[in-house]
């Protein structure tokens, strides 16, 4: 962690009387980690390139998005939260901006928005002066409330036709459909191939897979079978944050 205490890595304070005091930049990472100690969540601490800000990575983990990466860039106005939920859809993007637009509605401190290749992120603000232990618990819960709990729904607004893909693929290789099971219901079963029929028409993939990777199946989502019920991969639905 930066040891830099400089006057311009400043932020305000409330003072029991009344009046402001400066808290630098350090001090106010400092209170945020202690935090985020206090949680027993993981973090670690990312360079920032100056004395200006400083970013703690965390995760939260979940229940069907395995973990959330978030974020925070301690500044002298605040801190920026930042956290990556999901590449950019591959299909009906109208549907799912419009799911992510009413769900702002309901957030608090954070709000879905996607950066310039349409990978969804969740971003938000808190300022100096209201960073607490109550603020963050509130704050980072709203997060891991939306990104986990929105997660397989966007998957069927933006990702069905890989889904399915991936279902008739698993089912010809007699593979595990126990990560796909949430999607059961978007499935028309009777049209799935049994162990060792060829993939339908309807669901060949549309690119080649991977040589290096004959587990990925073939072009299509490939589902992480490490826990969760249906968590995404990095490499195929859910991405990473700047592919």
Known sequence: MSDNNSSGTNSSDNTSGGSTRAVSVVELSDRIQS???????????????GS??????LELPGERKLKTTVLL???????????????HPDENFEGVYR???????????VAYTIDNIADIYLVGRMSAESVSADELDRVL?????????DFNTILEIGFLTSIRREWA?????????RNLL???????????????????????????AD???PDAGAGVASVNDSGGTSDVSVTDLAGSPGE
Request: net charge positive.
């Open 35 to 49: 935090v985020l100690r206090d949680r027993g969540i993981t973090f670690s601490l990312k360079e920032s390139g």
């Open 99 to 109: 799911f992510l637009l009413k769900r702002n509605r309901r957030m608090y401190g």
């Open 211 to 213: 040589s290096s990777s």
């Open 141 to 149: 819960g709203q997060v891991l409330e939306a990104a986990d709990g």
């Open 52 to 57: 200006e800000s400083e970013h703690i990575v």
């Open 182 to 208: 949430a999607f059961e219901h978007l499935i028309d079963l009777e049209t799935m191939p049994s162990k060792g029929e060829p993939i339908p028409s309807q669901y060949a993939p549309t690119r080649t």
């Open 169 to 177: 693929w698993r089912s010809s290789r007699g593979e595990s459909l």
């Open 73 to 87: 860039t301690v500044s002298k106005p605040g801190v920026r939260v930042e956290a990556f939920v999901c590449r």
